[in-house]
């Protein structure tokens, strides 16, 4: 099992910007890939992007394209989303998971097995 942690989420008023961390502990050495996601009051959970482990590959959502970047560092184990630009909309629960089987599916389909306890973005209008 991977343990994750995140961290960085706070109030930020529309145009700020934030930057999410996830650090990833325990049986890492099996991680695939990994990914943020966010959940806001009243909606389901939606994936925000993703990261394959080794090459660095990425996805993105429509909706954060061109405003969020996701990166990784293998050797310290940890996960990173830069937030630019935030809008009111972007408010929600942020979590990070962890994929440990490769796959060949796209990245927006990629089923995660272990999952972080979330941290708060608020973004005021």
């Known amino acids: 099992q991977v343990q994750l942690v995140e961290s960085g989420g706070g109030l930020v008023q529309a145009g700020g910007s934030l930057r999410l961390s996830c650090a990833a502990s325990?049986?890492?050495?099996?991680?695939?890939?990994m990914g943020w996601f966010r959940q806001a009051p009243g909606k389901g959970r939606e994936l925000v992007a993703s990261?394959?482990?080794?090459?660095?590959?990425?996805y993105y959502a429509n909706s954060v394209k061109g405003r969020f970047t996701i990166s990784r560092d293998n050797a310290k184990n940890t996960m990173s989303l830069q937030m630019n630009s935030l809008k009111p909309e972007d408010t929600a629960v942020y979590y990070c998971?962890?994929?440990?089987?490769?796959?060949?599916?796209?990245?927006?389909?990629?089923?995660?097995?272990?999952w972080g306890q979330g941290t708060q973005v608020t973004v005021s209008s």
């Open positions: 990261i394959r482990w080794s090459e660095g590959g990425t």
């Open positions: 998971a962890a994929k440990k089987s490769s796959t060949a599916v796209s990245p927006a389909r990629y089923q995660y097995d272990d």
């Open positions: 325990g049986r890492t050495f099996g991680i695939y890939a």
